[in-house]
């Protein structure tokens, strides 16, 4: 991806402009970071934004058209962004937790069984419980359990931040687990010879089975 104005990679950088927000390299980016890397430029999205009047949402509309020098731009980017505030469920304060958590464990290696770093890493399921302990709500070990203990969401519902997908050949077989970040995208502990990793949701596949929204035992939220 190269513009008419050499902007590069997913997030439409100038080199430039790139290199003065790159540092620090964040968690699963590239060393030396690169705009042509997602997790890099994200994080070097973010912080060209915030410098310029977004953090704690203070001055959304000039911190973007720093970002891109068009009051039409501007305006494009905030409905879309309006669009998905009304259409996604706001997350609760342990599911930011839990997302927190796993970004946290971005690039740490995929080990069969592994729950955490002290182990070598983290599987499928290890990783979601350790983020949901994290958050203060305790959830089974296997990804099995985690989709058993629920609450399970109804078909079709709109995702959260925070909610856990599950994948298999049916509901009784469930032999994957990833935690849902929004915007269609979820973090992973995918397989062996990887490393935890965030990517597509990839809800439509035939494997996907469903999703739950851990919570307090006896119903509360955090």
């Known amino acids: 991806m190269r513009s008419s ?3 590069v990679g997913p997030m439409q950088f100038l080199p430039s402009t790139f290199k003065a927000y790159a540092h620090p390299v964040p ?16 994080h070097a999205a973010a912080r060209l934004l915030c410098a310029n009047g977004a ?5 959304l509309r000039r911190a973007i058209w720093h970002y891109n020098h068009s009051d039409a731009y501007v ?9 998905y505030a009304a259409a996604a469920p706001a997350p609760t304060g342990a599911a930011v937790k839990a997302v927190a958590f796993a970004r946290a464990q971005l690039g740490t290696p995929y080990v069969w069984g592994g729950d ?25 070990r296997v990804a099995q359990a985690q989709y058993d203990r629920g609450p399970r969401l109804p078909k079709g ?33 995918p397989r062996p010879g990887a490393v935890v ?23 509360g939220v955090r």
């Open 116 to 140: 955490g770093p002290a182990e070598g890493g983290f599987d499928c399921s290890g990783l979601t419980q350790a983020a949901y302990n994290a958050a203060g709500i305790p959830i089974p």
């Open 5 to 7: 104005a050499g902007a």
């Open 157 to 189: 519902a709109q995702l959260a931040s925070g909610d856990l997908l599950f994948f298999g050949t049916s509901p009784r077989d469930i032999t994957h687990v990833s935690l849902y970040t929004g915007h269609g995208q979820t973090i992973d502990a």
């Open 27 to 42: 968690p699963g980016g590239k060393n030396p970071p690169t705009p042509w890397d997602p997790v890099d430029a994200v």
């Open 55 to 59: 953090r704690n949402g203070k001055n």
């Open 75 to 83: 305006t494009q980017v905030l409905t879309i962004a309006d669009r």
């Open 197 to 219: 990793r965030e990517g597509p949701a990839n809800t439509d596949a035939p494997s996907f089975q469903g999703a739950t929204r851990p919570a307090v035992p006896g119903g």
